[in-house]
Each structure stands twice: as structure tokens, then as C-alpha cells.
């Protein structure tokens, strides 16, 4: 099966900067997706961001990017210009194109915006 | 658009109960997914369907738990009898096809609490 790490339980960045989370994943296939979602404390899943492997450009959305490496099987988001509302957990997300519909979860990066 | 929906938001119940979760998928979704978040295990897949059948049930942690999508706009998770352990957000998904971007959508959770 595959595998999602973030091996990151915790993060904090002061307003207005920049941070960086990261995620890593085992697969052997060459086709699949991957995703990162936010939970702020209401515990609602929001999908902040999603990236097709097949596409080379990495995805963006407004202050939100991502670093997808796909030789080196790591997906790292990027929050530009952090706001008090980016507190969340961040968690990242793989699934497979081709081996049925499961989605696989890392274990989540608690992210902290320090006024 | 109205997204994936689940009630009830909160319960909590007595040891023994039974509980029933319920979801509404987003109108036109062919795949619906039930997980289970807690502090200790993180997010669980609990079972998926796809086209109202289920596809994949090894999450279901035993036979005290059950699920049902008797049709495209419904689905139930059913927990018989209830038990301490059994306290997490238990969140409903689902999926539209690949034009979608293979994205889950995520209902607000059901928060259990079992007494």
C-alpha cells in the first residue's frame, strides 16, 4: 500500500512570512494525485490545493504552492504571507489513478501563526 | 452548491447503544468514502463505495460497525452496540469523476462521544 509522511508533527511561523511543510510518499506507480487539505480547529476538511503527477508545473492557489518532486517522491506546500486564519492542521493526501478509489493520509503537520 | 452532508453533527451516547451516522453525498458523486479521525490512529478509512456498492470495507474495525448506501443521495454508518473506543469525528467524502480532479469532498464530521 502506498505510504504518506510528514514528518513534521508541528510547525509555527510568525505572520506575514513564509513556511514550508513537507510531505513524502511511497509508490511505485507513475500515475496518481496528491493533495494537501487544511483542518482548522471547527475539524471541517478543506482541500487547500491538488497536483496531477503527469503535470510538471507545480500547482498553484493564490498564497498557497507547492514543490512537487517527482523523482524524489516529496510534495511540500507552501504558504506565502501567512495569516492568523492558515492555523490548521495541514494534512497531505495520495491517490492512486489506477488502483481504485482509496486515498491515503499522512498523519498531519499542526501549523501555528504567531501574531 | 451544497456540499457533502452529515448528521448528526454531535452525539453522545451510552455504552451499548446503537448509533447511526448519516451523509448525503454531493448530487452527482459516484464515490463515497466514511472515515474515522482520532487523536491516537489519525485518519482511518473506514469503507468506500462506488456506485452505491462497497468496494472496500477491510477498515471496518468489526462487526459492530456496518454500512449501507441504499441509494446515490444516501448513506448510513451504523454503530451496534456503541462502546467507549468507538469516540472519534467520523467524516463523510466523496468523489466526482476524473473531470473533477479525483478530488473528495469532505462533510463537517459527526463528533461521537460514547459515555
Known amino acids: 500500500a502506498q505510504t504518506v509522511t510528514q514528518s513534521q508533527p508541528e510547525m509555527s511561523v510568525q505572520e506575514a512570512e513564509t513556511v514550508t511543510l513537507s510531505c513524502t510518499y511511497d509508490t511505485s506507480e507513475s500515475d496518481y494525485y496528491l493533495f494537501w487539505y487544511k483542518q482548522p480547529p471547527s475539524r471541517q476538511m478543506i482541500l487547500v490545493i491538488r497536483?496531477?503527477?503527469?503535470?510538471?508545473q507545480n500547482a498553484t492557489e493564490n498564497r498557497f504552492s507547492v514543490n512537487f518532486q517527482k523523482a524524489a517522491k516529496s510534495f511540500s506546500l507552501k504558504i506565502s504571507d501567512s495569516q492568523l486564519g492558515d492555523a490548521a492542521m495541514y494534512f497531505c493526501?495520495?491517490?492512486?489513478?489506477?488502483?481504485?478509489?482509496?486515498?491515503?493520509f499522512g498523519t498531519g503537520t499542526s501549523l501555528t501563526v504567531i501574531p | 452548491d451544497a456540499g457533502v452532508i452529515q448528521s448528526p453533527r454531535h452525539e453522545v451516547t451510552e455504552m451499548g447503544q446503537e448509533v447511526t451516522l448519516r451523509c448525503k453525498p454531493i448530487s452527482g458523486h459516484n464515490s463515497l468514502f466514511w472515515y474515522r479521525q482520532t487523536m491516537m490512529r489519525g485518519l482511518e478509512l473506514l469503507i468506500y463505495?462506488?456506485?452505491?456498492?462497497?468496494?472496500?470495507d477491510s477498515g471496518m474495525p468489526e462487526d459492530r460497525f456496518s454500512a449501507k448506501m441504499p441509494n446515490a443521495s444516501f448513506s448510513t454508518l451504523k454503530i451496534q452496540p456503541s462502546e467507549p473506543r468507538d469516540s472519534a469525528v467520523y467524516f463523510c467524502?466523496?468523489?466526482?469523476?476524473?473531470?473533477?480532479?479525483?478530488?473528495?469532498?469532505f462533510g463537517e464530521g459527526s463528533w461521537l462521544t460514547v459515555v
Open positions: 463505495f462506488n456506485n452505491n456498492v462497497p468496494i472496500d
Open positions: 493526501a495520495y491517490r492512486s489513478q489506477n488502483t481504485g478509489n482509496q486515498f491515503y
Open positions: 467524502a466523496s468523489r466526482a469523476g476524473r473531470r473533477s480532479g479525483n478530488t473528495i469532498y
Open positions: 497536483q496531477e503527477a503527469y503535470k510538471q
